[in-house]
């Protein structure tokens, strides 16, 4: 039995499948490895800021969960939904008070 990746979506179908897969998982290790200036170019092309994976996490979530201010703050900049819950119902500021990111937490804070 192949081990649960949660930012694998279904099964592809097609090459086309494959690559876009790859593509989004790519974005969701640049949201949990803080690469905001990779991240940068490709929100303005038009990748949807709210991107999730299947265990419902958002690109804010895993910046926000790995403690990473500046990509939190282009994410916000961008109009990601910092409301947003994922399948256990953390929130991206739920996940960076779990995480002691004290540096984020300010950005998601009312």
Sequence with gaps: MSERNPDRPQ???SQQDEDAIAFAQGLFELARNGGTQMLRPMLDAGVPV???TTNGDSLLMLA???GHAETVQLL???GA????Q????DTALSLARAAGADNVI???EP
């Excluded at 994922?86 to 119902?89: F, K, V």
């Design 86 to 89: 994922n399948a256990e119902g």
């Design 11 to 13: 099964q592809p179908e």
């Design 50 to 52: 709210d991107m999730r």
């Design 76 to 78: 916000l900049e961008k």
């Design 64 to 66: 926000a969960g790995n």
């Design 81 to 84: 939904n910092p409301e947003l």
């Design 106 to 108: 300010r950005h998601l």
